[in-house]
């Protein structure tokens, strides 16, 4: 049996609010999209950060174990951190507008991000900046790579970001709330983005979002989270055919439609 890329046993608390998250166990395997789930507030992003060591910068603190690639991220140094983030474990945010800075160009935020990293050379940044962009379907000529973040959409922006984090190849993609800021059309494009890197690439990914429809339809297993716990993890298909918990079942009854891949299991 392979082993887990992440094995994950966390308690977080912030300052005046005591079990932000509460015994939370979670593992996802080399190679796997595991769809993370819940209503807003109730500690998705509180795990993205602590799986990046950032949680402090919120008032925050971890307890426990996030076992990754042999080390515990818990107890890692700040400055072991700062080797792995970005590298090896890499974030997309739901705000591809307010992560990049305005007053540098694409192709200079990408070299940024590759030279963190790597300092290999101008030509080896150029074909790794090149390859991103191609991964994120994104032009990789001159004329955009010299465009400010506010001369290109915000569907663009959003692939931009995802440039960035795959640039360094992570084996762990935490992407937390990725669609939100966009319109219906380009959330299924970079959906199939997601899913064809996963693909491509073998990056596992932690796809994070309070939509379960999304989730459902780039996810091997989703993880259901409520009030700061994981209260139920299952393969996709068996979420929605046999619900375990009464919040799993709220959530599923929410939805205007059940995912098409999923109907018939859901129904037998």
């Known amino acids: 049996m392979t082993s887990p890329l992440l094995k994950i046993r966390l ?3 912030y300052r005046g609010k ?8 979670l593992e996802i395997a080399p190679g796997e999209i595991l769809g993370l789930v819940g209503e807003s507030g109730c ?36 400055r072991d951190l700062r080797k792995l983030r970005g590298k090896d474990l ?31 050379g101008r030509e080896q940044c150029r074909l790794a900046l090149s390859d991103a962009l191609a991964n ?28 960035m984090a795959i640039l360094h190849r992570p084996a762990l993609l935490i992407a937390d709330e990725p669609t939100s800021a966009l319109d219906l059309i380009t959330q299924s494009e970079i959906l199939r983005l997601f899913a064809d890197l996963n693909r491509r690439l073998g990056t596992s990914i932690l796809y994070i979002s309070h939509d379960l429809l999304s989730v459902a339809t ?18 996709a298909s068996e979420i929605f055919r046999n619900p375990q918990h009464p ?16 109907s018939a299991a859901a129904g037998k």
């Open 136 to 163: 994120a379907s994104l032009p990789q000529d001159e004329t955009f790579l010299r465009r400010y973040p506010s001369q290109i959409s915000v569907g663009q922006a959003q692939r931009v970001l995802i440039a």
């Open 43 to 78: 500690g998705k992003s509180t795990l993205s950060l602590a799986l990046l060591g950032l949680l402090s910068l919120k008032g925050g603190t971890a307890r426990g174990e996030i076992a990754f690639k042999g080390r515990n991220l818990v107890s890692l140094p700040e």
């Open 18 to 25: 005591p079990g932000a998250l509460h015994d939370v166990i």
């Open 247 to 262: 919040y799993t079942r709220q959530l599923i009854g929410a939805l205007p439609v059940i995912p098409q891949a999923l």
């Open 11 to 13: 308690d977080a608390d």
């Open 218 to 235: 780039i996810s091997q297993r989703i993880a259901v989270m409520e009030k700061g716990t994981i209260i139920e993890c299952a393969p």
């Open 90 to 120: 890499a974030l997309v945010l739901q705000s591809p507008m307010s992560s990049l800075n305005p007053a540098l160009r694409i192709g200079s935020q990408l070299a940024e991000a590759w030279m963190v990293h790597n300092r290999s």
